[in-house]
C-alpha cells in the first residue's frame, strides 16, 4: 500500500464502489439527487479517510524514531554484568 493517497482518488474510489452497489441492487437508475448525495457523502467520508491516513502514518513514523529509554546507573550495571 501506497503512504500517500490523495483524497480525490479515495473519493473516486468511494463514489464507484457506492455506484455499483446501487446498480447491483435492480432498482432504477439513481437520480441527480441521489448522484449528488452519493458524491457529497463520498467527499466527507475520503476527507476522514484521508485524515485518519495520515495520523498513522505520522504515528508509525514516531514509533520508528522513538528513542529507546534511558536506564539507570543500577540498571546499567546490570545490563553489562
Not at 468511494?14 to 446498480?23: G, L, P, Q, R
Not at 466527507?44 to 479517510?49: D, G, L, R
Not at 508509525?60 to 546490570?78: C, V
Given at each position: 500500500?501506497?503512504?500517500?493517497?490523495?483524497?480525490?482518488?479515495?473519493?473516486?474510489?468511494?463514489?464507484?464502489?457506492?455506484?455499483?452497489?446501487?446498480?447491483?441492487?435492480?432498482?432504477?437508475?439513481?437520480?441527480?439527487?441521489?448522484?449528488?448525495?452519493?458524491?457529497?457523502?463520498?467527499?466527507?467520508i475520503a476527507s476522514?479517510?484521508?485524515?485518519?491516513?495520515?495520523?498513522?502514518?505520522?504515528?508509525?513514523?514516531?514509533?520508528?524514531?522513538?528513542?529507546?529509554?534511558?536506564?539507570?546507573?543500577?540498571?546499567k550495571l546490570e545490563?553489562?554484568?
Amino acid at each position: 500500500m501506497k503512504n500517500k493517497i490523495s483524497r480525490k482518488e479515495i473519493q473516486g474510489k468511494i463514489s464507484d464502489s457506492v455506484s455499483t452497489a446501487i446498480s447491483q441492487l435492480e432498482v432504477k437508475e439513481p437520480s441527480k439527487k441521489v448522484k449528488k448525495i452519493i458524491k457529497r457523502s463520498s467527499k466527507k467520508i475520503a476527507s476522514k479517510v484521508s485524515r485518519q491516513l495520515k495520523h498513522s502514518a505520522v504515528k508509525t513514523k514516531k514509533i520508528k524514531e522513538a528513542k529507546p529509554p534511558k536506564l539507570d546507573k543500577k540498571e546499567k550495571l546490570e545490563v553489562v554484568a
